[in-house]
């Protein structure tokens, strides 16, 4: 089944913890971004990437890190949590860069206290 | 950047009745999307309509694309129950980068479809 698997689906941390959000698709997709949601915010961009080994920063970058050494794998990084990176996280892809529909994640909610 | 707007931010209707939700985004677009969102879950992709298109329909969904006014609307009709979920616009505009590209999207409009 064509899809975008995040994981883990729920995690709660605490401050200064470094943790990973691993994101994959197997639909050979060149485009994946990565997006948060926050009540009366919408969906912000953190980063994107279109192609392996290509990234680049979306809108909210700040305290995050991401990789593509492979074309399905785009795991998120934020190396020090705060709690101001409480959200809920969304994987996408896209099979090409422009102009093709994004495939969501079924989202990462995070707590840091 | 926040790029597409929708309108209205909430739409309560009854069972039966169209649901119509505007986007107004402010640059230039290459296409523009619209994204259904059951409450916490991934958005799902609903339908693509290029710069070069007025009009596109999908089963009860229609949307329409204005470039002049810069807006997109996004008409169901014949509303259900199992319609009730948040509907995003999303659009695609060059970034600062050179051939840089980023999807942004809209607040949403949360459709509230009363049985």
């Known amino acids: 089944e064509a899809q975008v698997t995040q994981n883990p689906r729920y995690l709660i941390t605490v401050t200064g913890k470094k943790l990973t959000v691993t994101c994959s ?3 050979n997709h060149e485009y994946m971004s990565w997006y948060r949601q926050d009540p009366g915010l919408g969906l ?13 920063k979306g809108d909210v970058p700040e305290g995050y890190k991401v990789s593509r050494k492979e074309k399905r794998n785009f795991p998120l990084i934020l190396e020090s949590p ?15 860069v422009v102009g093709s529909p994004l495939h969501f994640g079924n989202g990462t909610r ?3 206290t | 950047s926040q790029q597409g707007e929708e309108d209205p931010q909430a739409l309560s ?20 999307q619209w ?5 916490g879950r991934g958005l799902v992709h609903l339908i693509l309509i290029r710069s070069n298109e007025r009009e596109k329909h999908s089963g009860r969904l229609r949307v329409t694309l204005d470039t002049s006014k810069k807006s997109s609307s996004l008409l169901i009709t014949a509303s259900r ?7 995003f616009c999303a659009t695609d505009a060059r970034s600062t980068g050179a ?12 459709l509230s479809v009363i049985p």
Do not use: H, W
Request: proline share 1%.
């Open chain 1, 25 to 27: 698709q197997n639909m």
């Open chain 1, 44 to 56: 912000r961009q953190i980063y994107y990437s279109m192609n392996v080994e290509v990234t680049d």
């Open chain 2, 81 to 87: 129950a199992a319609d009730t979920a948040s509907y």
């Open chain 1, 110 to 112: 995070l707590t840091v």
């Open chain 2, 99 to 110: 051939g840089s590209y980023q999807l942004t999207f809209g607040k949403g409009t949360k």
């Open chain 2, 35 to 39: 994204y259904r969102q059951n409450s």
């Open chain 1, 82 to 96: 705060s709690p101001n990176q409480t959200s809920l996280y969304f994987c996408a892809s896209s099979l090409e």
């Open chain 2, 13 to 32: 209707i009854q069972e039966g009745e169209n649901a119509t939700m505007n986007c107004s985004y402010k640059t230039s677009i290459n296409n523009l």
